[in-house]
């Protein structure tokens, strides 16, 4: 009888401690809860900005380019002729929290936000950019990874119809790695005549031969 009984609460504890473990499992993999407006802990954007042109454009957002925004603003970027979409960007500065709250309002409000149904996030989630027809010269591809699920997005930069939300998150990851649009040559100032030479009565003359 007392072997029953010890044999029975070695089962019982076992049962509930199977039982706390997978408690603690469920609330592991339950998001915490949080407002719209707060950064998610695992948000990272990556932006990848392809140019059919050959030659650098005046604007910034118009130029070869790859950001990458790391979970703790970790911002690395390339600019330039030749940078594509396997381009290692070099880590360029760290954004502090508020830059990072900015960053994240801008893409919220711009309604790049992975949704229910788009890529759960893990090994080998995230696609390679493809080549987009478009008669846009200039495209964007925009990766956002936010509460556990990542989407890209493919968006003219130029063209007839540029995308405002684009072209402006991109003009935004300028700004936040210091490039900016190139100004057109300057025109060559008007030379004014200020008449003869105010000081020529006070040189000697120049002797003759």
Not at 72 to 77: C, L, N, S, V
Not at 163 to 177: M, Y
Request: aromatic share 6%; charged share 20%.
């Amino acid at each position: 009888m007392a072997s029953s009984v010890h044999t029975l609460s070695r089962f019982t504890r076992l049962a509930s401690a199977t039982a706390l473990i997978a408690i603690a499992c469920v609330r592991c993999a339950v998001p915490p809860t949080r407002t719209a407006s707060e950064v998610p802990e695992d948000f990272a954007v990556e932006i990848v900005v392809q140019t059919a042109g050959a030659v650098d454009q005046q604007q910034a957002h118009l130029r070869a380019s790859k950001f990458l925004l790391q979970p703790g603003g970790e911002f690395a970027t390339a600019i330039g002729r030749g940078v594509n979409d396997a381009t290692v960007p070099a880590p360029t500065r760290l954004l502090d929290p508020r830059q990072v709250a900015e960053l994240w309002t801008m893409i919220r409000s711009s309604n790049f936000i992975p949704d229910q149904t788009d890529i759960v996030v893990g090994a080998g989630a995230r696609p390679r950019v493809v080549a987009t027809e478009q008669k846009a010269t200039t495209m964007a591809a925009i990766w956002v990874r936010a509460d556990g699920r990542s989407r890209w997005w493919h968006l003219p930069l130029d063209g007839t119809a540029p995308d405002a939300n684009a072209v402006r998150l991109v003009r935004t990851c300028d700004a936040l790695a210091w490039a900016s649009d190139v100004a057109p040559e300057r025109v060559v100032p008007a030379r004014f005549d200020f008449g003869d030479d105010p000081y020529a009565s006070f040189r000697k003359p120049t002797e003759q031969p």
